[in-house]
């Protein structure tokens, strides 16, 4: 079953439990893949789809870390909510030896040797991590690996 099918599926059922939370999660999930369909002029995959829920989980996360700064509790505690939603979605995150494994072998393919050679490698670890690992931080370790 595709992504895809599955969120529609998914929103049938939150309509049938009267999960208004959910619903409007994936209603918005929906609408943001629908928006880069036309974007991108392209039909959605997969790996279209997890980009766009990662993207939206992010947002949330830095949402959510905003409002508890502002002390604005019950908006965090909604975004949060909006976050399990959505990551019900998204593939397994990756273990952190997972992460170091992929990290090694990219830079041993690549064969790269210096902080010049970095775009290779994450090209290479781009597709494999998409929304089972932060990019940001798997950049943050290929960065030390490579100048170790």
Do not use: C, W, Y
């Amino acid at each position: 079953m595709s992504l895809l099918s599955q969120l529609k599926d998914e929103m049938k059922n939150a309509m049938r439990a009267k999960d208004k939370i959910r619903l409007g999660v994936i209603r918005m999930a929906l609408s943001a893949i629908k928006q880069a369909e036309i974007d991108h002029n392209t039909e959605a995959t997969d790996d279209n789809i997890v980009a766009v829920l990662t993207k939206m989980v992010k947002q949330r996360k830095e949402s959510i870390k905003m409002f508890t700064e502002g002390g604005r509790d019950e908006l965090a505690a909604h975004e949060a909510a909006e976050v399990v939603a959505l990551e019900h979605f998204l593939p397994q995150p990756l273990s952190a030896d997972e992460i170091e494994l992929l990290i090694a072998t990219a830079i041993t393919d690549t064969g790269a040797a210096s902080m010049a050679d970095m775009g290779k490698v994450m090209a290479v670890l781009k597709p494999l991590m998409q929304g089972k690992a932060d990019l940001g931080m798997v950049s943050g370790q290929v960065r030390a690996t490579l100048n170790s």
